[in-house]
């Protein structure tokens, strides 16, 4: 199916001279030019941390914002977010809904060591400044640092009672065996080779195999594959596929079944 392409919709991103996001910009596309949808405005601390994330509404002009909801992000003195206070905009001020509360680890574990989130509780406001408990949830660890249960808690009734959980389980992986090197003595003629020179490549399958070869630059890049299907046991020459050959150092992979050997080719 083909067509013309239009202009539908696009999300513009800003930031100040730290390299913070400030603002997100969601516009629609409507007759000839863009308007906006809504905006999403962060504010940071002087530790880089973001502070507030308010989201606005554009009004039907797509010019103008309307408050609509915020975050209000708190700290501890290791970094941590500690509290994240939600508010909504009603009767031309913000007004507290929910708070949620974090705790951590109190040692850190796992390899690399680090502190998890231990817990963490949600209250909703009672009017400007009060609060009352809604839910909570658990987290607990293995020694390797990770997360075996994720315990979700609603308040009701006076006390927190269980209402759903995750539990996860891991493999240890105690060893492996690395794969056998293709000893197929491998040889890229001539080498080294001018820019415009058909290369031939020289080789003795141990075993029948499907053969495949790739050729990659000093960075790793692919620049050449030659898939070239299943082989007999014994020697083989294989012309290589010319390509954009630039002077330099390349790696010329071999690969038979699940072995490969890879040389390294000198351009001129």
């Known amino acids: 199916m083909s067509g013309n392409w239009r202009p539908y919709g696009r999300t513009t991103y800003t930031y100040n001279a730290q390299g913070q996001n400030t603002r997100i910009l969601d516009e629609s596309y409507f007759g000839s030019s863009y308007l906006a949808d809504d905006q999403e405005l962060f504010t940071y601390n002087a530790q880089g941390q973001v502070t507030m994330d308010e989201f606005q509404l554009a009004d039907i002009s797509g010019t103008t914002f309307s408050p609509f909801q915020r975050d209000l992000f708190t700290y501890n003195a290791a970094g941590q977010r500690l509290t994240d206070t939600q508010q909504g905009y009603t009767n031309g001020a913000y007004v507290n809904t929910y708070r949620v509360t974090n705790t951590y680890t109190a040692a850190p574990n796992g390899v690399p060591a680090a502190t998890q989130l231990a817990?963490?509780?949600?209250?909703?406001?009672?009017?400007?400044?009060?609060?009352?408990?809604?839910?909570?949830?658990?987290?607990?660890?293995?020694?390797?640092?990770?997360?075996?249960?994720?315990?979700?808690?609603?308040?009701?009734?006076?006390?927190y009672a269980n209402d759903y959980r995750y539990v996860y389980t891991y493999q240890r992986v105690l060893a492996t065996t690395p794969a056998k090197a293709l000893r197929a003595g491998l040889a890229v003629a001539p080498n080294p080779s001018p820019a415009s020179q058909t290369l031939q490549l020289h080789y003795t399958l141990p075993a029948a195999a499907a053969v495949s070869v790739m050729v990659f630059d000093g960075v790793g890049r692919m620049v050449c594959s030659q898939p070239v299907g299943a082989q007999a046991v014994g020697e083989h020459t294989l012309p290589l596929a010319q390509w954009s050959s630039a002077p330099g150092i390349y790696a010329v992979r071999l690969t038979a079944g699940a072995q490969s050997q890879t040389v390294k080719l000198v351009v001129e």
């Open 119 to 159: 817990s963490y509780v949600v209250e909703r406001a009672n009017g400007a400044t009060a609060w009352v408990p809604y839910s909570q949830g658990i987290e607990t660890y293995d020694a390797d640092g990770n997360l075996t249960t994720d315990l979700y808690q609603v308040y009701t009734n006076g006390a």
